[in-house]
């Protein structure tokens, strides 16, 4: 395990996702070994599946990460997270090709029982039965029960052809599904991607605003203190408690106004 990469947060979270997911395979093969039951096997089998599912989501996750990120890193980083993320992919494949040994391991422990249904007749009743009929009617019975073989052989044929037909069928089909479910998983997952990078520039956008607030508010509050200041200055001139704003003539002093009557005159 690297420990010395240069990794964004965002890489990092992934890359402790993946090694956690690791350590559960590693611990869930170790546990396997021990288990004797084969239903309990494959339960543990399916568990590990899944974990390996999960691998697989967020390795591509953090190439996709990787790519973002790589024309703001030098490189060196470029290189080192890409060689620790062709480790972890091999490491996942050992973990499916460990996974494949034990499947067809429980395929070879598993025992088909049939029924048999009643029991054939014994040696000692077919040679009382034998001896109670006559030639003709042996050879009858032998003509019949080869009679009876050969339109086995044909059901058992017709069966094993049809078979066949629903396999190659079924099979295909499975394909068809298999594809389309991992278009869907590749789909969801840049949604996911595509949803994780939009919450993050709402969270930006966020933040800017609330600053962008407090600046609006901070200069609203710096103007109606100066409007106040001017009302009080206008209202009340001789108020020596407040003082004069820089910038800002006191108000003109009150003057006398002179009416020039009709017929005075001034030297």
Known sequence: MATNLQMTPQL???HGEIRDNFRALANGFQKLDKIKDS?????QLEELTGKM?????????????????EGRNPPEVNKQLNDEKQSMIKELNSYVALRKTYMNTLGNKKV???DMGASAPTAEENVQLAS????QE???AGMKTMDETDQAIERSKQVVYQTVEVGTQTAATLKGQTEQMGRVVNELDSIQFSIKKASQLVKEIGR????????MLFLFLIVCGVIAIIVVKIVNPHNKDIRDIPGLAPPAPTRRLLYVR???HFD
Do not use: P
């Open 112 to 114: 088909e029982l049939f």
């Open 39 to 43: 239903n309990r096997q494959s339960n």
């Open 53 to 69: 599912r999960e691998c697989k989501r967020l390795i591509k996750e953090f190439d996709r990460e990787i790519k973002d990120e």
């Open 208 to 215: 800017q605003v609330a600053t962008d607030k407090c600046i």
């Open 138 to 140: 042996l050879i009858n």
């Open 262 to 264: 009709t017929g005075e």
């Open 132 to 135: 109670e009929m006559s030639n």
């Open 12 to 14: 990092e979270q992934i």
